[in-house]
């Protein structure tokens, strides 16, 4: 008892880090398995927040003038074996659709029918349909840049499968930028991984590491890909985006060909950029505590949950009328909030809350009521953050609230990513390092990458290597565990 | 020429309707199918419609404390078999995945492989896979009621397809309601019925008659369906939403059992609720015209089209900065406006804009700008409205035009829609109406249908029942041609 009673999430981050995850996304009531193989179902509060991730970065982009469109759900297959790496990298893991229907055998079972002639795939990704549009609609160097986004579900037939982490099927935003020069492909290809770490560091409070990843760590077909890595609290990479230059190697096998200024007919360049529901996963890994989720102020389903604390003589008509005032006053500013008027105890709301990991904690009862006053806990900061104060100093400073907290958890990210980064001269240091289970990432010299010396620690610790930093010129190669 | 050389689009809607319909979707680039059977691509500025057609209806559901979700698109064959009027509802248009992974033959051609113990589909739709989580989630009375929406893509293998109306893959959201008592489902049914009316009526201006389903034309596995049916141009119907009373079929065949307030253990009742993306292709064929779209302007993907009208020694950069600035003052007031920057010739420029069928377009020479002024023209009322005021006149007015041209637009529909219905008073004056090749429904006596000489007049001339109206209190059954 003692010390493990005080906490809401059992076991403990310490005590097993991958069970403490399923346990906090149970507890939040966030996304659970399904019965189909591998697929999750994304349940409502974990879905709330996925909108409103998806609404800050459709923002972004469309700033950016990319375009939302819809492209098949289903790819023919003789699309996506058009580019060598690209069917090498995904043909192990589709879902293939073969039939058209289904019909009762002579036993009442039913069994698929009507065989198709060529089958298709559940897209993996959209690279092939998508250029296959684009070799269409791009004809002359005025249709360029163009730049198509879509959001959508995408399939990948997992074998071990981890809620958000890794799912068979995911949702997810698929960029497809289509350029006339490499130099715009690039640049592009840079824009979209800066556009990236800007989202998740000012939005999810997740700081990351932008670089390069190294040739054998790319995008199956493209010539470059830029990422933005994570740090989990156990000292994993969690992979948090990716953007890939493809060069000319789609443009080339879907036929994506313009007329340049200059009269000549010219193959275009190609990007394409990705985040997914993953993100989810490393919200959790990188922000939850003992005590379960803490949710981003900026992206928080809720930001702020009022409590109506109810007791024996309350009036609880006046009571939550009182809350609701105050809810709506602070929504009037903009504030996401939520009054809980659910039959559940007082204990089960405030415990509910703190794992769902709602940033800021209101409570009210009669005592508050009669003084227009509330009670203000903050979830990052628990219970030393209690304040009581009026009714009108908290609604005139809870964004102020909400902003600190939002910087307060990046910052605690942040200096856990600074501090778990080390340099090490030789792959002798780098094994030692591992070796003894220290928890982060270590930072070689880029020479260093790709020797049998290099390949052979990788294999013992079961490491990767996870990108060559933008900020050391691609001199430096970070190696580390990853999810 | 002479007349024909008039108008934007051939052939015009009387010339060759279905053929029209398919060069409005071209010239406004909102559509095309794609090389995967029966799959459209939707474009940009059909996307963008789509997006604030979701945006929309999203904030109303919310407001009836409806949850977003998202569910596997696989269905295990043995869910979609619980419910027997379901499976043969949906079994003959089933994309049925077999095979988890490609392999390349002998000649090096990939076909399928990993054959999967039980096949999937693709959800047609989801009644089955969330009654399933239904079942799991639902315990006691105080779960309920239980609200879940999800945006999705949708599989049903259609033969003959056409953009937007039917295609194999489409976009949609479906409701999933839970109820305690068969007195809630029904009135639930008949409020998320009421919500479409409002919505397509309100946003997108089609007016619908709002009636029930005779039971032939019942979702597969309802009790009663609901629908809001539209009346195309060419008098035939289209169904533009539908909410199915569920009654205990697939809370029994799902297992959603909940202990009711006296300790007893009951089956729940539930409902479902949908509308697609078919609906832009009812808002198509109810508000195109022969020079193209007309966009509804509470959803148009832009409300108001800028054209800087550059002629011989016009300062392109000067009258370019005018028009950004009337646009950003338009946008301060909440109004969607895009300036037309792009190379086209002024004609092209403004003949897109009708074609597109953007609500407002105004254009803008150096004589507009020398004199602060700005000309417009609304697309519901062609080159007639015409107006030249000042800039600060546009923008103080903008509204109230945007407010006319959707009152217009639905005005126009209604009444189209109203001079259309015809009560008839035996099978005999049906089929009269029809052999004459009228255009519109047919209301008779809920008596005549389904007898012999109804069905036979429905054959000869491929009707169907469309509803039985509300308004009629069931006694009287339209009849007419759909898509």
């Not at 591998?38 to 709330?48: L, N, Q, R, S």
């Not at 927040?49 to 970065?57: D, G, I, K």
């Not at 289970?437 to 790709?450: H, N, P, Q, T």
């Amino acid at each position: 008892m003692g010390k493990k009673a005080r906490t809401a999430i059992t076991p403990t981050r310490e005590e097993n880090f991958p069970e403490w995850y399923q346990q906090v996304i149970k507890s939040a009531d966030m996304a659970e398995n399904s019965p189909v193989r591998g697929c999750m179902i994304i349940k409502p509060y974990g879905y709330a927040l996925w909108e409103n991730m998806q609404q800050v970065f459709d923002g972004m982009i469309k700033k950016l003038d990319v375009k939302n469109a819809y492209f098949p759900l289903l790819i023919p297959l003789n699309f996506i074996a058009k580019e060598a790496d690209h069917i090498d990298g995904f043909a192990k893991e589709c879902a293939v659709v073969t039939h058209h229907r289904l019909e009762a055998n002579d036993d009442g079972k039913l069994v698929p029918a009507g065989e198709l002639e060529e089958p298709y795939v559940i897209r993996p990704t959209s690279e092939t349909i998508i250029g296959d549009s684009m070799a269409r609609w791009v004809q002359s160097y005025r249709d360029l840049p163009m730049k198509l986004n879509q959001w959508c579900n995408v399939m990948r037939w997992e074998m071990r499968t981890r809620l958000f982490l890794r799912t068979s099927e995911f949702l997810w935003q698929e960029g497809h930028n289509c350029f006339a020069t490499a130099e715009e492909a690039r640049a592009d290809a840079l824009l979209m991984q800066e556009t990236y770490r800007e989202f998740v560091e000012d939005y999810l409070a997740l700081p990351v590491i932008t670089g390069e990843k190294t040739e054998d760590e790319r995008f199956p077909g493209a010539d470059a890909t830029f990422t933005i890595e994570a740090m989990m609290q156990d000292g994993k990479a969690l992979q948090a985006g990716t953007s890939h230059d493809l060069g000319q190697n789609f443009s080339k096998s879907s036929g994506i060909k313009f007329q340049a200024q200059d009269g000549s007919e010219q193959h275009a360049y190609t990007t394409s950029w990705g985040i997914s529901t993953r993100l989810i996963g490393g919200m959790i890994m990188t922000h939850g505590d003992d005590d379960g989720m803490r949710m981003p102020p900026r992206v928080a389903p809720y930001q702020v949950t009022i409590i109506p604390v109810v007791k024996g003589d309350t009036d609880e008509t006046k009571l939550f009328a009182y809350a609701d005032d105050i809810a709506m006053q602070m929504r009037a500013n903009g504030v996401r909030v939520e009054v809980d008027k659910t039959a559940e105890s007082t204990p089960n709301k405030m415990w509910g809350c703190i794992k769902k990991g709602v940033p800021l904690r209101v409570e009210v009862g009669a005592r508050e009521m009669d003084a227009g006053e509330v009670t203000h806990v903050r979830r990052d900061l628990g219970r030393d953050s209690k304040e009581t104060c009026s009714v009108s100093d908290l609604v005139g400073k809870v964004q102020t609230i909400l902003d600190d907290i939002q910087d307060n958890m990046y910052n605690q990210a942040k200096a856990f990513l600074d501090n778990r980064i080390f340099e090490k001269s030789s792959l002798a240091e780098m094994r030692e390092f591992f070796a003894k289970g220290e928890v982060g990432y270590c930072k070689i010299d880029s020479a260093l990458w790709g020797t049998d010396e290099f390949n052979a620690v990788c294999d013992e610790f079961s490491l990767t290597p996870r990108c060559m930093p933008l900020a050391d010129g691609g001199q430096k190669v970070l190696v580390g565990k990853a999810y």
